[in-house]
């Protein structure tokens, strides 16, 4: 075959390869959203403890915690956004635990524990979760 | 390798070679009795005027079912040819006989195999693959294999078969018998001054030189189209009423047979269609001023939805198990916009044109087209769940299973437009 025909097809060939997807590159996520309505008359104090576990990248298991204080206001609601955790920090974590305590300066008072588990089996763990209290 | 290659030559020359090969090798021309009767008499040869010499032996015999005589002879490349009438005594006598260069769609792999090969690669594209570079490589290279074939075995058959398509012309006929006659050899302005015959009857379809003609048309014409949507499963809504606009290139190669390559497309509203199909009609002159087609069309088509709504669906189901009274499934259907579907219409066609000049006319025309829909979803599923924490204190969680999905879903529906337009002759 002569040498033009030959370049020609080489660069049809590159052309087509080039403009393959070779692999599918696919994200991740374990995103929590987290929203409490107060419903009280009140005002109301809230600490929630977030805590989660994974193995960091020298493959050592490590548990980090965040806390957040906010006080709602009556009919107000708060946000605990968690996305970014899985993907930045540690991998293979697959429970993330809020440890929620709300008190108003009456005498509502109560403290309990959300937990959300990622299936490992799917890509995208979104979570929405409204408490109304 | 080579083998298999000279198979497909050899299968396109059988099959898929150009007109050439499918014509008659011999033409003839129609005599009058007197002629007949005297060119029977005589000696007969008819060659090409040309520097290189070649001859034909013609033979006259009668038609068996109208009683009328023919010249006939192999056919002979050239737009007339020369015949050699010459007596016992000497005399001769030179007849210019004309002929009409044929004209067909060109019958080759890249003309026939090559668009249907492309139109069900298209018709069968998902838009959603990753693949469709590796299909369109393949129709690229079975595109490059037929037009190889083609450039290796046309110029073969018209090598052999290079006189087929030279005929003489129905309308041309030797019936005076001095046309015809032998004169003295020392007349040689006589012998060798032929005059070039002359087409009596010129139509749109053969000139004065008794070559082929084609008027080519252009119609543009707007209307209104209506959607009929077979019976469907499909969640995707109908498809609305709009504008449609078309256009035409037409070529009349004969007085009843019409062909052309026809492009429509609507208005783009919550959807965007168009067809272009190659479509043959035959013609109706019975009307005074105004003709009459009928037609099919065939060809490809492309599909694309623009807008639609989303669709959210509820199910107590979860893996076949039924959920409890605390939770629902939320199946949500996102509608995905723009992606292009290609299909396979079939169309025919009334079209009713009334002449307005001499180049313009007024047309008319119903048409009726099978086209296809399409409408793809990325659908997610979500748990629901309520609970209640603690007296007062409840929660409502979201969260999705399994993974996002597309459905995709066809319809097939009919088009019925209505149009008016304008058509004007391109060439004189």
């Known amino acids: 075959m002569k040498t033009p025909y030959k370049l020609g097809l080489i660069a049809l060939l590159l052309l087509t390869i080039s403009s393959c997807d070779w692999w599918?590159?696919?994200d991740y996520r374990f995103k929590i959203l987290q929203i409490l309505q107060n419903n009280q008359s009140n005002r109301v104090y809230n600490k929630t403890v977030v805590s989660y576990g994974g193995y960091n990248y020298n493959s050592v298991y490590v548990r980090d915690t965040q806390t957040f204080y906010r006080n709602i206001q009556s009919g107000d609601t708060a946000q605990i956004l968690m996305e970014n955790m899985y993907t930045v920090n540690l991998y293979a974590l697959d429970t993330v635990q809020f440890d929620i305590e709300l008190t108003d300066s009456q005498q509502f008072n109560t403290k309990?524990?959300?937990?959300?588990i990622r299936n490992p089996y799917q890509t995208l763990n979104d979570f929405v979760e409204t408490i109304r209290f | 390798m080579l083998r298999k290659c000279l198979f497909i030559i050899s299968i396109a020359l059988l099959f898929a070679s150009c007109n050439s090969a499918f014509r008659s090798s011999h033409t003839s021309v129609q005599l009058s009795t007197p002629v007949a009767e005297?060119?029977?008499?005589?000696?007969?040869?008819?060659?090409?005027?040309?520097?290189?010499?070649?001859?034909?032996?013609?033979?006259i015999y009668a038609h068996p079912y109208d009683s009328s005589y023919y010249l006939q002879y192999r056919k002979l490349t050239g737009t007339s040819v020369i015949l050699e009438v010459s007596d016992t005594t000497g005399k001769m006598r030179n007849i210019a006989i004309p002929q009409t260069k044929l004209k067909a769609f060109p019958v080759a792999l890249t003309t026939t195999v090559t668009p249907v090969i492309a139109v069900?690669?298209?018709?069968?594209?998902?838009?959603?693959?990753?693949?469709?570079?590796?299909?369109?490589?393949?129709l690229v290279a079975i595109g490059v294999l037929n037009f190889s074939t083609d450039a290796l075995t046309i110029p073969l058959v018209?090598?052999?078969?290079?006189?087929?398509?030279?005929?003489?012309?129905?309308?041309f006929s030797l019936s005076d018998l001095s046309t015809v006659e032998t004169v003295d050899t020392f007349q040689k302005e006589k012998l060798y001054t032929i005059t070039a015959p002359v087409n009596p009857h010129v139509t749109p379809y053969l000139n004065a030189e008794f070559q082929k003609t084609f008027p080519v048309f252009l119609n543009a014409s707007a209307g209104y189209g209506l959607v009929e949507r077979a019976f469907s499963q499909s969640p995707e809504p109908r498809l609305g009423e709009s504008p449609w606009y078309s256009f035409e290139l037409q070529i009349q190669p004969s007085n009843n047979f019409r062909w052309g390559m026809h492009h429509t497309r609507n208005q783009p509203t919550d959807f965007q269609c168009n067809t272009t199909t190659l479509q043959m009609a035959y013609v109706y002159h019975s009307l005074p001023g105004s003709t009459l087609s009928v037609g099919l069309g065939a060809g490809l088509g492309s599909f694309k939805r623009k807008s639609a709504p989303d669709l959210s669906d509820t199910s107590k189901l979860y893996f076949n198990r039924k959920l409890g009274a605390d939770s629902i499934i939320l199946i949500k259907r996102e509608f995905i916009p723009n992606l292009q579907y290609f299909f396979?219409?079939?169309?025919?066609f009334i079209q009713y044109e009334n002449q307005l000049t001499q180049a313009v006319s007024?047309?008319?025309?119903f048409r009726i087209t099978r086209i296809e829909s399409h409408i793809d979803y990325a659908t997610t599923q979500n748990l629901k769940t309520r609970e209640v924490i603690a007296?007062?204190?409840?929660?409502?969680?979201?969260?999705?299973?399994?993974?996002?999905?597309?459905?995709?879903?066809?319809?097939?529906?009919?088009?019925?437009?209505?149009?008016?337009?304008?058509?004007?002759?391109?060439?004189?």
């Open chain 2, 38 to 59: 005297y060119l029977s008499q005589q000696n007969l040869l008819i060659h090409n005027n040309q520097p290189k010499l070649v001859t034909r032996q013609p033979k």
């Open chain 2, 391 to 428: 007296p007062g204190i409840t929660s409502e969680r979201i969260q999705n299973i399994g993974f996002k999905q597309i459905e995709s879903y066809k319809s097939k529906n009919t088009l019925y437009q209505f149009n008016i337009g304008l058509k004007i002759r391109l060439n004189p």
């Open chain 2, 120 to 138: 069900g690669f298209l018709a069968n594209r998902n838009p959603h693959s990753r693949y469709n570079n590796w299909d369109a490589l393949a």
């Open chain 2, 362 to 365: 007024l047309t008319l025309d």
């Open chain 1, 112 to 116: 309990f524990t959300r937990t959300y």
């Open chain 2, 344 to 348: 396979p219409p079939i169309a025919g």
């Open chain 1, 24 to 26: 599918f590159k696919e």
């Open chain 2, 158 to 171: 018209y090598l052999v078969n290079k006189h087929q398509p030279y005929a003489v012309p129905r309308s």
